[in-house]
C-alpha cells in the first residue's frame, strides 16, 4: 500500500510552495492535479505521471466520486501518490471527500498545507487582514453551491465578519453586492478585486461594495477573489488619511 499525499500548491507563483511540498513531488509516482496549478510547480515532479482532475467553474471536469476512486486505486498499485490542489486543500478543495475515501480504503494519506488566494491577495494589496482595534474576525465565505447542494447564507457571515474574502465570487458579482446592500451592508464599504495573484496577469481592482459589479466586468477570466473591510480603506487611503486613521483608531 502507498501513500497519498494531499498537498497544497499555493495560489500561482511556484516558489509559494512549501519546502515539504517539493519534496514530495520529487519523490511522487503519480500526481493528480488541479487546472491552475503551475507548469513550474508540476515540473518538480519530474518522475512523475501527472493526471488532470482539474476544475475551474462552469468547465468539465472530473467528477470527485472518480477522482476518489483514482486516488485509492493508484495507492494500491504507487508508493507515493500526490494530490496537488490550488491554495491550500483544505479550503474550497473537496478534500474532506477524498480523505474520507482514502479512510474508507484504509489508505494512509498526509495533508500538506499551501498558502490560501485571500492570503496572497492580501498580500498582493499590502493590506493585512487582521488589523488591531479593527478587525479580529475574518470570514472566507463563498456563495457558489454545487448542483443540488444546499445553499448556505454566506452573507450573513460576510455581515458579521470584520473582514471578507469571497473565494469563487467574481462571476457572481451582481449578486453578491445587491445581496449585501439589500441586507444592509454599506454601499460604501471599501473592497478589492484580485485576480491571478502572485501570477504574471495579476490584477488589482479597487473599489466599494456598489462598484463590484463595474470592476468584476474587468477583470480577465482568471481565478479571482473580493475582498471587503474597513481594513482596505487604511491600506488604500493617503498616507496624511491613513495616519488620522491611526490616531483615531488609538482613541477608541
Ligand atoms: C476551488 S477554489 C480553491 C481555493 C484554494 N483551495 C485556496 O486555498 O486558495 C478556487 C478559487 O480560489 C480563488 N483563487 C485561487 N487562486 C487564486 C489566485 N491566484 N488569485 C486570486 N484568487 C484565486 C478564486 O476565487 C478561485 O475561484
Not at 492535479?33 to 462552469?58: C, E, M, N
Not at 464599504?189 to 488589482?204: D, H, K, M, Q, Y
Amino acid at each position: 500500500m502507498g501513500k497519498v499525499y494531499l498537498v497544497g500548491a499555493g495560489p500561482g507563483a511556484s516558489d509559494l510552495l512549501t519546502l515539504r511540498a517539493a519534496e514530495i513531488l520529487k519523490r511522487a509516482e503519480l500526481v493528480f492535479h488541479d487546472s491552475l496549478v503551475h507548469p513550474q510547480t508540476l515540473a518538480l515532479a519530474a518522475r512523475a505521471r501527472k493526471i488532470l482532475v482539474g476544475k475551474r467553474s462552469g468547465r468539465h471536469s472530473t467528477a470527485q466520486s472518480f477522482i476518489n476512486k483514482r486516488l485509492v486505486d493508484a495507492a494500491r498499485k504507487h508508493a507515493v501518490v500526490v494530490r496537488l490542489k490550488g491554495g491550500d486543500p483544505l479550503l474550497f478543495g473537496r478534500a474532506q471527500e477524498e480523505i474520507d475515501a482514502l479512510r474508507r480504503a484504509g489508505i494512509d494519506f498526509e495533508i500538506v498545507p499551501g498558502v490560501t488566494a485571500a492570503t496572497a491577495a492580501g498580500a498582493e494589496l499590502g493590506v493585512s487582514l487582521t488589523r488591531r482595534g479593527l478587525a479580529r474576525h475574518v470570514a472566507f465565505v463563498t456563495p457558489r453551491a454545487g448542483q443540488g447542494e444546499r445553499k448556505n447564507d454566506w452573507a450573513a457571515s460576510v455581515l458579521a465578519a470584520d473582514t471578507a474574502v469571497i473565494y469563487m465570487g467574481a462571476g457572481l458579482a451582481e449578486e453578491i453586492s445587491t445581496e449585501l446592500i439589500a441586507r444592509g451592508k454599506p454601499k460604501a464599504t471599501p473592497l478589492a478585486l484580485v485576480e491571478s495573484a502572485t501570477l504574471p496577469g495579476r490584477r488589482i481592482l479597487r473599489g466599494t461594495l456598489a462598484d463590484l459589479p463595474a470592476l468584476a466586468l474587468g477583470t480577465g477570466g482568471g481565478p479571482a477573489v473580493v475582498l471587503l473591510g474597513e481594513v482596505l480603506r487604511a491600506a488604500s487611503a493617503e498616507p496624511v488619511l491613513a495616519e488620522k486613521i491611526e490616531a483615531i483608531l488609538k482613541r477608541a
